[in-house]
Nanobody
Framework: QVQLVESGGGLVQAGGSLRLSCAASGRTFSTYVMGWFRQAPGKEREFVATIRLSTMNTYYADSVKGRFTISRDNAKNTMYLQMNSLKPEDTAVYYC???????????????WGQGTQVTVSS
């Protein structure tokens, strides 16, 4: 069982940066695949990025590639999402998730945080 708590959201101007954190509880944090998703008002939840433990390989949605960086610190049971060059269309509630396979489908993730709001003003 894993419990996830996101933090670091807020209001930022376009072109700015934010770093989201996802603190996980549970001794088996290092065995999970971790991911970030986001959901804007009136839209479906969409994949942002994911990271595999064994290789630390990372995967990104095309819309954030080159601007966002996902990372994890297993010793601290924490995952991060560094977001640079933010755009108004990045405005959404951002969720961290844990699962057992590398996938962009939200249905395949077993555990979710409560979400943190990111608002990018133009």
């Amino acid at each position: 069982q894993v419990q996830l708590v996101e933090s670091g959201g807020g209001l930022v101007q376009a072109g700015g940066s934010l770093r989201l954190s996802c603190a996980a509880s549970g001794r088996t944090f290092s065995t999970y695949v971790m991911g970030w998703f986001r959901q804007a008002p009136g839209k479906e939840r969409e994949f942002v990025a994911t990271i595999r433990l064994s290789t630390m390989n990372t995967y990104y949605a095309d819309s954030v590639k080159g601007r966002f960086t996902i990372s994890r610190d297993n010793a601290k049971n924490t995952m991060y999402l560094q977001m640079n060059s933010l755009k108004p269309e990045d405005t959404a509630v951002y969720y961290c998730a844990a699962g057992f396979r590398v996938t962009s489908s939200s249905k395949d993730y077993n555990y979710w945080g409560q979400g943190t709001q990111v608002t990018v003003s133009s």
